[in-house]
């Protein structure tokens, strides 16, 4: 995905949404993480099931300090009535997060969430970034139109990437909150018994080099 990257700060957009006028970087400020995810149009049958998920799901991302941001080329007007279907096929769960607007696909082009293209046109993608309160990008995915986001996945991630942030620890895979994380290669034994007291365990490999140590944090 050419462009703008994990690594890289999300530029300072200004665009209005469905909650008024919003600055990128301010919006993100008091967030440990910002979710921002781009559909490709209103009243689509995939998006419609993913914005009523976000929405569902939105207590969750609360409790992990976490700011949704949706966009959508089309109007604002037609985000408004779009919500009304999103609410009524998730059980009149609220849209409490902001939709923006994009209808000249300019701000997409500029968060890199359109599909490669070899031509002139702009396909807007079912892009995901996560940024962070550094304004970075430190995950994003890209999906085709025809496959809906897993928010059980996005969740997963959003624990990795927190519990990262504290400890010098990767989550291995098929990682899940409570399981144990693998200490990062740059951390010598001396220092891993240092910083992880508890103890870890590493796994004898063919190779006699103790890179694989697995320990459990909180």
Known sequence: MPGLTIGDTVPDLEFQTTHGNIKLHEYCNNAKFTIIFSHPGDFTPVCTTELGAMAAYADKFEQRGVKLLGFSCDDIQSHQEWIKDIEAYNKNKPVNYPIAADPTREII??????????????????????????????????????????????????????????????????????????ISPDVSNDEAKQSFPQGYDSVELPSNKDYLRFTHVE
Do not use: C
């Open 109 to 182: 082009k500029k968060l890199n969430m359109v599909e490669p293209s070899d031509g002139n046109t702009v396909t807007p993608s079912r892009a995901l970034h996560v940024v962070g309160p550094d304004k970075k990008i430190k995950l994003s995915f890209l999906y085709p139109a025809s496959t809906g986001r897993n928010m059980d996945e996005v969740l997963r991630v959003l624990d990795s990437l927190q519990i990262a942030s504290k400890h010098k620890i990767s989550t291995p895979a098929n990682w899940k909150p409570g399981d144990p994380v693998v």
